[in-house]
């Protein structure tokens, strides 16, 4: 499995000592406020276990995000296909960290690595972001990256129920949209 670096962090595979603070993180109502319910320890291991499936079988998904000075799990980025049955296909990139990681810069520079690796690696013209109208921080995140967003992708998510989560944007990027990054350059963009 490839692993991604920036300035900062380091994507990587999942070892079997990110099981526990990834449960936590699933278990954060603050951090699952926009994602629905809370997960259990058992379904948060079996997310993990299905990330790293997908990754063998593609060469592509959600890596374990570390910060390199201290090895510290902060969560998972990466790249995804889009849920079947959306009004949309294609390459989505995403993120979710620890709430102790916000605010630092990490998620962006973190979708900065995917991006590179999305049109450098695997030759994608456009890369995709869903989330839903209320979660304003993700979709600074987007702006930060250069994805755009045009209201006439408004769309709701039929795996949702009626409310607030159904109601999904959908931002994108298209291979010469994308900001010239480096690890460097990535840090820089992120603060």
Request: glycine fraction near 8%; hydrophobic fraction near 40%; charged fraction near 30%.
């Amino acid at each position: 499995m490839t692993e991604l670096h920036t300035d900062r962090l380091l994507l990587r595979p999942w070892l079997d000592s990110d099981l526990a603070p990834w449960a936590e993180l699933n278990a954060d109502p603050e951090v699952r406020e926009h994602l629905g319910r809370l997960l259990t320890r058992e379904q948060s291991e079996a997310s993990v276990r299905h990330f790293q499936a997908e990754f063998a079988a593609r060469g592509y998904g959600w890596w374990a995000v570390e910060v390199r000075e201290s090895g510290r799990f902060i969560g998972f980025a990466g790249l995804d296909d889009t849920d079947e049955g959306m009004p949309f296909a294609g390459v989505e990139i995403g993120w979710r960290l620890t709430r102790s990681a916000w605010g630092h810069g990490y998620a962006t520079e973190a979708a900065l690595a995917c991006l590179d690796f999305g049109f450098d690696r695997l030759d994608l013209d456009e890369i995709l972001a869903t989330t839903i109208r209320r979660n304003l921080r993700s979709q600074a995140v987007m702006r930060r990256l250069g994805m755009t967003y045009d209201p006439a992708d408004d769309f709701e998510d039929p795996a949702e129920p009626e409310g607030p989560l159904r109601e999904g944007v959908l931002y994108r990027i298209r291979r010469e949209q994308r900001p010239a990054t480096g690890p460097d350059q990535a840090a820089q963009a992120a603060r």
